[in-house]
């Protein structure tokens, strides 16, 4: 019973940590990977954030257009008030004023101006975040196909290590039973000896690749990522899609220094707009309550002991304060006649940048091509020597093939094996590299372009 207890406990403990191994690895394609950094990358999110801080740019602009309505109390004791004559004065004691203003533009060139200068803001910022997801891209692709390069080497290496050992374990049976000499059987242990510390470093590579990627994915280090694919699959599917333009209209450099050149031509049309006159509607009421004074003392000669009692009847029945409510609307109209000509010299200053830029779009567009240039002369050399690789691996296949039959008929030496070998693994890593440089610079060519990610079914690279 307490051996099936202490078994039991151990089961659970074993399905808990597989359930936990499990919960905590996860497996993209490449476009899944895109996926995740576009949504999850902080760089991305600043860029998607600026977009919406332009929108509530774009908003205060607007609020310029609405009315303004402000309403104001007061209240005032006066602890002296003021007299026209010696021993008169007039006013009440307390005050109480209560004001509503209204205020509507009617013509505000420059609101007007101001707000297309805010979709033009808008728009350099939507391109900056296109621009940000287009490196992301890139660099995630770079990233992906790093981790399959390291991969796909520790493969070839372990590959590698299992012919050696198989080599080794031959060479051995032929040295005991007098065979072979036992110089080739310690040059098998050396050559298997030598592929072992390359085993350890690729699997360090691919450590690093994986928390680069990671990086960009905004993923937990803890998290156990594994990749989908193989360089051969993209590879195949690059060279089926290959078809190289100079096409410039969705380079975000130039588009950037377009909507900059469009700013600031709205700068331009905003100071001039200035110089025009503004016209707005305006409404105001008071309700104003002003203490009662009692002015029978003053017209006491004249109105007699009958007009002193009549006058403080009618106070009695009055009220204490006196309300009233003065309405007024209007209309306004500012016209801007001089300003010591700083207009005039804001013109020149926005008219001098808009030199700078026409000189700077000009030389961007000579560096863009030459850029696009270089990506396709780049990318077609890779895909030269990828394809050369391809055909070397093959001949070093059948070189190591022809070889081992030599060498296991007796007709063959081991160096002449380990040659071969040493051949074939360096083929297979150099085809694999190839293939790498490829595809980085087919990414690096969508760069340059400005080409947008979009995901497409049943398809493993864009």
Same mark, same amino acid.
């Given at each position: 019973?307490?051996?099936?207890?202490?078994?039991?406990?151990?089961?659970?403990?074993?399905?808990?940590?597989?359930?936990?191994?499990?919960?905590?690895?996860?497996?993209?394609?490449?476009?899944?990977?895109?996926?995740?950094?576009?949504?999850?990358?902080?760089?991305?999110?600043?860029?998607? %954030?600026?977009? $919406?801080?332009?929108?509530?740019?774009?908003?205060?602009?607007? /609020?310029? #257009?609405? =009315? !303004? *309505?402000?309403?104001?109390?007061?209240?005032?004791?006066?602890?002296?008030?003021?007299?026209?004559?010696?021993?008169?004065?007039?006013?009440?004691?307390?005050?109480?004023?209560?004001?509503?203003?209204?205020?509507?533009?009617?013509?505000?060139?420059?609101?007007?101006?101001?707000?297309?200068?805010?979709?033009?803001?808008?728009?350099?910022?939507?391109?900056?975040?296109?621009?940000?997801?287009?490196?992301?891209?890139?660099?995630?692709?770079?990233?992906?196909?790093?981790?399959?390069?390291?991969?796909?080497?520790?493969?070839?290496?372990?590959?590698?290590?299992?012919?050696?050992?198989?080599?080794?374990?031959?060479?051995?049976?032929?040295?005991?039973?007098? %065979?072979?000499? $036992?110089?080739?059987?310690?040059?098998?242990?050396?050559?298997? /000896?030598? #592929?072992? =510390? !390359? *085993?350890?470093?690729?699997?360090?590579?691919?450590?690093?690749?994986?928390?680069?990627?990671?990086?960009?994915?905004?993923?937990?280090?803890?998290?156990?990522?594994?990749?989908?694919?193989?360089?051969?699959?993209?590879?195949?599917?690059?060279?089926?899609?290959?078809?190289?333009?100079?096409?410039?209209?969705?380079?975000?450099?130039?588009?950037?220094?377009?909507?900059?050149?469009?700013?600031?031509?709205?700068?331009?049309?905003?100071?001039?707009?200035?110089?025009?006159?503004?016209?707005?509607?305006?409404?105001?009421?008071?309700?104003?309550?002003?203490?009662?004074?009692?002015?029978?003392?003053?017209?006491?000669?004249?109105?007699?002991?009958?007009?002193?009692?009549?006058?403080?009847?009618?106070?009695?029945?009055?009220?204490?304060?006196?309300?009233?409510?003065?309405?007024?609307?209007?209309?306004?109209?500012?016209?801007?006649?001089?300003?010591?000509?700083?207009?005039?010299?804001?013109?020149?200053?926005?008219?001098?940048?808009?030199?700078?830029?026409?000189?700077?779009?000009?030389?961007?567009?000579?560096?863009?091509?030459?850029?696009?240039?270089?990506?396709?002369?780049?990318?077609?050399?890779?895909?030269?020597?990828?394809?050369?690789?391809?055909?070397?691996?093959?001949?070093?296949?059948?070189?190591?093939?022809?070889?081992?039959?030599?060498?296991?008929?007796?007709?063959?030496?081991?160096?002449?094996?380990?040659?071969?070998?040493?051949?074939?693994?360096?083929?297979?890593?150099?085809?694999?590299?190839?293939?790498?440089?490829?595809?980085?610079?087919?990414?690096?060519?969508?760069?340059?372009?400005?080409?947008?990610?979009?995901?497409?079914?049943?398809?493993?690279?864009?």
């Amino acid at each position: 019973m307490m051996l099936g207890i202490v078994s039991l406990g151990v089961a659970q403990a074993q399905e808990q940590t597989e359930a936990q191994s499990t919960s905590q690895q996860l497996t993209l394609s490449l476009d899944e990977a895109i996926e995740v950094a576009l949504s999850e990358n902080p760089t991305i999110k600043v860029a998607n %954030l600026e977009v $919406e801080r332009y929108d509530y740019v774009y908003k205060q602009t607007v /609020s310029a #257009l609405y =009315p !303004q *309505i402000d309403a104001s109390a007061q209240y005032a004791l006066a602890l002296r008030r003021q007299e026209m004559t010696e021993g008169f004065s007039f006013g009440g004691k307390n005050t109480f004023n209560v004001a509503g203003n209204v205020a509507l533009p009617l013509f505000v060139p420059s609101v007007y101006r101001q707000m297309k200068l805010n979709r033009t803001q808008m728009a350099t910022a939507v391109e900056s975040a296109r621009a940000s997801r287009i490196d992301m891209v890139a660099a995630v692709r770079a990233a992906y196909y790093n981790v399959l390069l390291a991969e796909q080497s520790l493969s070839v290496l372990q590959e590698a290590v299992a012919t050696t050992e198989r080599v080794v374990e031959n060479t051995k049976t032929l040295y005991e039973n007098g %065979l072979a000499a $036992e110089y080739d059987y310690i040059t098998a242990q050396v050559q298997l /000896s030598n #592929l072992k =510390p !390359q *085993i350890i470093q690729a699997k360090n590579g691919i450590s690093i690749t994986k928390l680069q990627l990671k990086m960009y994915l905004s993923i937990p280090e803890e998290v156990e990522l594994e990749v989908t694919g193989s360089l051969d699959d993209f590879r195949d599917v690059v060279l089926l899609g290959e078809d190289y333009s100079y096409d410039l209209a969705n380079n975000t450099t130039l588009r950037t220094l377009d909507l900059q050149s469009e700013l600031l031509e709205h700068q331009e049309k905003l100071i001039q707009t200035t110089r025009m006159p503004t016209i707005a509607a305006f409404g105001q009421i008071s309700y104003i309550g002003q203490e009662r004074v009692d002015l029978s003392g003053l017209m006491g000669g004249a109105m007699g002991g009958g007009g002193a009692q009549q006058s403080a009847t009618r106070a009695s029945e009055q009220s204490k304060f006196w309300w009233q409510y003065p309405i007024s609307v209007g209309a306004q109209i500012s016209i801007p006649i001089f300003s010591g000509l700083k207009k005039h010299n804001q013109l020149r200053e926005v008219r001098n940048q808009q030199m700078q830029l026409a000189e700077q779009r000009s030389y961007a567009e000579k560096g863009v091509k030459l850029q696009i240039q270089q990506s396709i002369n780049t990318l077609l050399t890779a895909r030269e020597t990828m394809l050369s690789n391809e055909l070397t691996v093959e001949q070093a296949q059948k070189a190591y093939d022809i070889s081992y039959t030599r060498y296991g008929a007796g007709a063959g030496t081991i160096l002449e094996l380990n040659s071969s070998q040493l051949s074939l693994t360096q083929a297979q890593l150099n085809y694999s590299q190839s293939i790498y440089n490829y595809l980085s610079a087919h990414a690096e060519y969508q760069k340059a372009l400005g080409t947008e990610f979009w995901v497409e079914e049943d398809s493993t690279v864009e």
